[in-house]
């Protein structure tokens, strides 16, 4: 038995690993010591999201840093044997740089886009969104959206705002999470002081997301000299049970 100040490994010999015809490890032949079983974990160290083995190739509980996924250094993950999950709650993208929607325009623009890379968001995964808004307080509708699956994908939020006053700030939350299959979807969102959005039902949505797909974060202004930005946001990655 090897100690450090971090982490306990356990030593074994070689004759004991077993491998698939690829090389991959997948499992410890008979690990057992002093009549007791042993739980063997596999740190995969650092790789990027297109050089990950497959979770079922290698030992459930196997640990590996994703480094093109996510804030750096990367993103955590573990295998359960099947798919690669979160391994704990995991910052999928963030941003504090304020992203304004054009002047003079009333189109609806992407303030934030975000990737999603494919089978990212394993079964019962969620993603929460939480933005930071801030427009022009007027009468005139501003509309702030979340999108999954592109610029025209399903809205998991879709606020309206027509607050006067000088100048309104705004946050909102929502979130989508995949629903016992990959293509299966719901989420709600909620806006600030969490008041739930009028929808009654939660939103649903059949993205496949075994290939990748985007979140798209939007603004929408029905005047356009007025302003409107998001100011910042987070996205979060949440295993799920």
């Known amino acids: 038995m090897q100690r450090s100040s971090e982490t306990t490994e356990l030593l074994l010999p070689s004759n004991r690993w077993i491998f698939d015809a690829s090389g991959n490890l997948v499992g410890v032949l008979n690990p057992r010591a002093n ?57 999928l993208a963030k941003s504090t740089q304020t992203s304004t929607a054009p002047a003079n325009d009333t189109n609806e623009n992407a303030l934030a886009t975000v990737t999603i890379p494919a089978s990212l968001l394993a079964l019962n995964n969620t993603l929460e969104i939480l933005c930071g808004w801030t ?62 959005g009028t929808n009654s039902a939660p939103v649903t949505s059949a993205v496949d997301t075994t290939a990748a797909t985007t979140l798209v974060i939007t603004g929408q202004k029905a005047t356009g000299s007025e302003t409107l930005s998001l100011e910042q946001y987070f996205v979060r990655l949440t295993p799920g049970a």
Do not use: C, E, H
Not at 81 to 90: R, S
Not at 172 to 196: D, E, L, M, R
């Open 35 to 91: 009549g007791r079983d042993l739980r063997v974990a596999v740190d995969l160290g650092v790789l990027t999201w297109a050089a990950l083995p497959s979770a079922s190739s290698v030992p459930s509980g196997a640990r590996v840093r994703v480094s093109d996924v996510g804030v750096a250094p990367g993103m955590a993950m573990v295998s359960n044997g099947t798919y690669w999950i979160p391994d704990g709650v995991q910052i």
């Open 135 to 196: 427009f022009t307080g007027s009468g005139n509708a501003k509309t702030l959206r979340v999108r999954f699956g592109g610029i025209s994908g399903t809205q998991y939020l879709a606020v309206t705002s027509t607050f006067g006053g000088t100048g309104t700030n705004y946050a909102t939350w929502s979130y989508v999470s995949n629903v016992n299959a990959a293509n299966s979807q719901k989420g709600w969102w909620a806006n600030t002081g969490f008041t739930v």
